[in-house]
């Protein structure tokens, strides 16, 4: 462990390989349920690495996958991990008008609740999908009883992010007290540079990714808030073809190393689940 007492976040967002945002355009939702499933082997892995090091952290898990594994669920909840909302299907809060995001994060946390037998307090929207354009959805959090959410992430990207968004934990409307906790990044040249999981994090080379969060912990002083995903882990998940070259390397670059480098972090910094650094 390092010298310092900051907790940080560790997170994971509970989705298998064919649902990622990227492949929308490849695979076909009504494809899903007839697709080999990984995420419950990966989410065991995931579940043994984390106590290796009794390391705890938030899984936010879509309610499709709940609705079909919920053995699964109950182990991460056995685990003494939080439970939090990743949505149902994994659609961009961008791609839904109010109703239908609505009707997708109460009927999430309704199921989540009811298998993990715990109310759940937090969300993430699918690939960052609430920026400046649809706030209105946070006030639908509030409603649907969410205490806080991850869905924010100040970084620009060529298919999300809202660069000018607070870095740290902020109350986003004026009008309510849900608490938005955006992904770690790094103020350098007059950006914000990834520094908080993802491909990113298998981009850059460990020590980068060490010494950003370092650097926000002694520095700074402040909680990172990390996330990766099971498929991550599954560098031998079934290729996809036709992909552009750019989706390619985004979704398979460095999968083999991700599992050590997930380890290394649970063994340089502590970490702990969201709603105990941010809610306690």
């Not at 919920?70 to 109010?98: C, F, N, T």
Request: glycine content about 6%; some cysteine.
């Amino acid at each position: 462990m390092t010298a310092t007492r900051i907790r940080n976040a560790m997170t994971v967002d509970v989705e298998d390989y064919f649902q990622v945002s990227a492949f929308a355009n490849h695979i076909s939702r009504d494809s899903w349920a007839s697709l080999s499933c990984r995420v419950e082997m990966n989410i065991d892995r995931i579940l043994a690495l984390l106590d290796e090091d009794r390391t705890k952290a938030t899984f936010f898990t879509l309610g499709w996958i709940a609705d079909r594994y919920p053995a699964m669920v109950k182990r991460i909840i056995a685990g003494g991990h939080e439970l939090a909302s990743h949505g149902w299907s994994h659609y961009r809060v961008s791609d839904q008008e109010p109703h239908e995001f609505r009707n997708d994060i109460i009927q999430s946390k309704a199921i989540l609740e009811d298998i993990g037998g715990q109310a759940v307090l937090g969300y993430r929207a699918p690939s960052f999908s609430i920026g400046s354009h649809n706030q209105w959805a946070l006030d639908l959090l509030e409603e649907a009883g969410y205490r806080y959410s991850s869905s924010i992430y100040p970084i620009k990207h060529d298919h999300y992010g809202m660069p000018d968004a607070p870095r740290f934990a902020y109350y986003p409307r004026s009008n309510n007290r849900l608490l938005e906790l955006p992904i770690t990044t790094m103020r350098l040249f007059k950006r914000n540079i990834p520094a908080g999981g993802g491909g990113y994090f298998r981009l850059w080379p460990y020590p980068v990714s060490k010494w950003f969060l370092q650097r926000l912990n002694h520095i700074e002083h402040q909680s990172a808030i990390f996330y990766f995903h099971p498929w991550e882990i599954d560098h031998q998940q079934p290729r996809q073809e036709g992909l552009s070259m750019k989706t390619r390397f985004r979704h398979y670059y460095n999968l083999h190393r991700m599992e050590d480098r997930v380890k290394a972090l649970t063994r340089d910094f502590e970490w702990d689940r969201m709603d105990r650094i941010f809610l306690s």
